[in-house]
């Protein structure tokens, strides 16, 4: 699982520092309207809208931001958006997973399988690669909110299925249909987590090289670039000889 996190820590590089935040501010606000709408505009009521919520206060999205959203649900204000995922590869064969939420299909399709083709990918059949991964739930904690043995007895207790513990801090992993009942045991035994969210973990890995590597951030960068887009993972892997040079 080495290349799914090393990604996750180079996703915010300097250089797009501000840019980043604005587009994640604005993707999180959108996934907490669509939740709300869907479902009662109290998180305490609503799993996917308190996950939506607590994944936008651990990015530090304002307060108002976030009430903002939910208002919009309830006002009839926010567009109707269509949940779709793609399915792809990128250069070097990796797999590539892209999740929308669109108020046009044909053009959020279109851009998706433009970006593909002039980032050296290739736009697939849903399912042509989803079986190189299996939908989890995290939820990410600080190193210093205790040892791998606390972290670990905790999570047991919480009804999750794995603990990766390291100097950057603890990822627990659980079934994605359990992530609510998990976080919340966690948060009641450790305090609030750094993220709480479903992901896309790979099963399979595909080997990069710097090269390689460029070739791949240059994709996901312009796929992350569409405000259609809320979530791209990849299934690649890298060296830490390799990482230390991008």
Known sequence: MAGHSKWANIQ????????????????????????????????DNN??????????KSQSVPKDVIDRAIKKSQ?????????????????????VIVE???????RTASTVRSTFTKNGGNLGETGSVGFMFERKGTVSYPAAVGDDDTVMMAAIEAGAEDVESGEDGHVVWCA???????????????GESDSTKLVWRPTTTTELD?????????????????????????????????????
């Not at 799993?47 to 936008?56: H, I, Q, T, Y």
């Not at 567009?79 to 250069?91: K, L, Q, S, V």
């Not at 994605?176 to 450790?190: C, F, G, I, P």
């Open 47 to 56: 799993p996917r809208l308190r996950m939506a919520v607590k994944e936008a």
């Open 210 to 246: 710097l090269e390689g590597m460029q070739k791949l951030m240059k994709l996901v960068d312009a796929l992350e670039d569409d405000d259609d887009i809320q979530t791209v993972t990849t299934n690649f892997e890298a060296s830490d000889e390799v990482m230390s040079q991008l």
């Open 100 to 106: 929308a939420m669109t108020d046009n299909r044909n």
């Open 12 to 43: 915010h590089r300097k250089g797009r520092q501000d840019k980043l935040r604005s587009k994640l501010f604005s993707k999180l606000a959108k996934e907490i309207t669509v939740a709300a709408k869907m479902g009662d505009p109290d998180p």
């Open 176 to 190: 994605d249909t359990d992530l609510n009942d998990v976080s919340t045991a966690l948060e009641q035994e450790l």
């Open 75 to 95: 006002a009839g204000e926010g567009d109707n958006y269509d949940e779709i995922r793609y399915e792809g590869y990128g250069p070097s064969g990796v797999a």
